[in-house]
């Protein structure tokens, strides 16, 4: 049972509560998704929280959220509030945003790439 | 992990770098109990290690308390495994495996928002475990298959058989694959992608 051995787990939220300043990831002004591609925007800024200094290392080349979360080993709720913050810092910027209605065009693209696989 | 710890995080292999030309990202979840073999079909046709991300449950509550091992905890976290297939320069897929029973249907709300669509992962063995899924997912408006893992040792019930089990529609696709094969999990996705594709040129036409 491999989904078993992690599938729960206890995780500090006091610690959590810190990196994020006690904010939610649903106060983010963004709307932002685990598959949304961060890309960085500009170096890390000496003194900057280190969480978030190694969230514009991360993002030299585009990464989701998901991954940030992966590499970061934070949830996504506080994530959310460290790349929103960064947002607005001019620190990084989002590349993709989930498309509210998959068209056709956008479902040729993937069955095309799949299909290449 | 303290905080001093994040200045020592390891980002992507080199070989596991997006493009820079990446613009644009979708996601699929692929649902069902434990041991059904999500997290399987995930890494067969992923590109990366898959990897995995965390949610926290905030909210207390029944049918949690016994899987809680942490009773002084008031927060829990689940984690889900996730995979990426890079489709072209530009487009992104992410593939991610959430467990289908009720008790984390809390992490379903942003995840399945902005989905293309979902796989429903289902064993012969133990179909009762996905009626809740099913319901949920025609419930949310989420399109999805029905793909049946074929276990070595489950019994082989035809699909005219496990389509009436689940009581699932006509216009549901109903397949079957091998999780742990590549080709037969992309064989499932593409499923999915034909299947969502006639979903809108129906909805183009009207």
Avoid at chain 1, 78 to 104: F, H, K, N, Q, W
Avoid at chain 2, 132 to 146: A, H, I, Q, T, Y
């Amino acid at each position: 049972m491999k989904e078993a051995d992690h599938e729960w787990h206890d995780d500090g939220p006091e610690r959590l509560y810190v990196i994020t300043g006690g904010r939610s990831g649903t106060a983010a002004p963004e709307a932002l998704d685990l598959v949304t591609l961060v890309i960085s925007r500009a170096q890390p800024a000496p003194g900057m929280q280190p969480e978030r200094a190694a969230i514009v290392r991360l993002c030299r080349a585009p990464l989701s959220v998901a991954e940030l979360t992966a590499y970061l080993r934070l949830p996504f709720s506080a994530v959310a509030v460290l790349v929103a913050d960064l947002m607005a810092e001019g620190a990084v910027e989002t590349r993709s945003s989930v498309p509210p209605v998959a068209d056709l065009r956008l479902l040729e693209e993937v069955m095309d790439g799949l299909e290449q696989l | 992990m303290d905080s001093n710890s994040f200045d020592a995080v390891v980002g992507p292999r080199s070989e596991d770098l997006l493009p820079a030309s990446a613009t644009t990202s979708v996601k699929v979840v692929v649902v069902g109990g434990f041991g059904v073999g999500k997290t399987t079909m995930v890494g067969a046709v992923s590109e990366i290690e898959p990897m995995t991300t965390e949610e926290t449950m905030t909210r207390a509550g029944e049918g949690v308390d016994h899987l809680v091992g942490v009773p002084d905890k008031s927060e829990t976290t689940v984690a889900m495994d996730f995979g990426r297939i890079s489709l072209n320069d530009r487009l992104v897929l992410y593939l991610f495996g959430a467990p289908g029973q009720q008790r984390f249907w809390f992490l379903w709300q942003g995840l399945f928002e902005g989905a293309l669509g979902a796989v429903v992962l289902v064993d012969t063995r133990r179909l009762e475990a996905c009626f809740d899924v099913l319901g949920r997912l025609e419930e949310g408006g989420v399109p999805f298959l029905v793909a049946v893992n074929r276990f070595p040792d489950a019994p082989r019930h035809s699909l005219d058989e496990i389509r009436a089990a689940l009581d699932l529609p006509e216009h549901v696709p109903l397949i079957t694959c091998d999780a742990r094969d590549r080709d037969s999990s992309r064989g499932v996705l593409m499923s999915l992608a034909r299947f969502l594709h006639s979903i809108a040129l129906t909805t183009e036409a009207s």
